[in-house]
């Protein structure tokens, strides 16, 4: 598990602690941790990821891209930290916990966790505080 940043001056404190509970997430929910990546960039790279392979013409705050279908999972997870600002700003939580529930939430997506409709979604909801909650313990 890696984390990359491109084109934006942010990183993640405390790597290691995050790494962790991601490695929980995976593991709880049945898989085991690949080859993962995690590109915390900007809302024009992710709007331009958003649009070649989902074609949707926005930025969003993350995008999951699993790349097999195993037990194992080997994928990689792109972060725009203006998305997350903003969201952070938004629902006035601190850019960290933002950026804690996206990262929680493109693991899950991994996990094979949907969000297409209003249950999936509260399901979503669900797991990711858990996994904010459980940091705090």
Do not use: Q
Request: glycine share 4%; with cysteine.
């Amino acid at each position: 598990m890696r984390f990359f940043y491109y084109n934006v001056k942010y990183r993640i404190r405390k790597s290691r602690r995050v790494k962790e509970v991601l490695n929980k997430v995976i593991r709880k929910n049945g898989f085991i941790p690949g080859d993962l990546n995690y590109i915390i960039t900007n809302n024009r790279i992710i709007k331009e990821l958003n649009y070649r392979y989902l074609r949707h013409n926005y930025a969003t705050d993350v995008i999951s891209f699993k790349f097999d279908k195993g037990k194992k999972i080997n994928g990689e997870v792109y972060i725009s930290i203006e998305k997350v600002r903003a969201n952070a700003k938004k629902y006035k939580v601190s850019v960290r916990n933002e950026l804690m529930r996206v990262l929680i939430h493109g693991t899950l997506h991994l996990c094979n966790f949907t969000d297409y409709n209003i249950e999936e979604k509260l399901n979503m909801k669900k797991e990711e505080d858990y996994w904010l909650n459980s940091m705090n313990d």
